[in-house]
């Protein structure tokens, strides 16, 4: 199973912040972020029960290469990326996002 991606808009603002901040550190550390994220998004669309539950409903996938957590929720027919998270940072700031 296969189910689209639908990004909270402050998850999408998140995802861009983090690869312009890494762009700014090393020239396409944006873009190999991108490619991080892209792949655990793969990983969710594909198997989107498999990453462990952190609140009522709420999944997480955490990135291979970068200090970053996907937060996500499955719904009926897709799945809704509610953050973007870094791992040392606010942890479930979050969860105002679920409603």
Do not use: C
């Not at 909270?8 to 312009?20: C, G, R």
């Not at 490619?35 to 997480?60: L, N, T, Y």
């Not at 200090?67 to 799945?79: L, R």
Request: net charge negative; glycine share 4%.
């Amino acid at each position: 199973m296969t189910l689209p991606l639908q990004l909270h808009d402050d998850a999408d603002l998140e995802l861009n912040e983090a690869a312009q901040y890494y762009d700014r550190e090393s020239p396409n550390l944006g873009a190999v972020f991108v490619d991080d994220v892209d792949m655990g998004f793969k990983r969710i669309r594909e198997h989107p029960d498999s990453g462990p539950e952190v609140a009522d409903g709420v999944r997480k996938m955490v990135l291979a290469k970068f200090p970053f957590t996907i937060i996500y929720a499955v719904e009926a027919d897709h799945v809704r990326v509610l953050a973007i998270a870094h791992q040392r940072k606010r942890p479930f700031y979050w969860q105002s996002r679920t409603e």
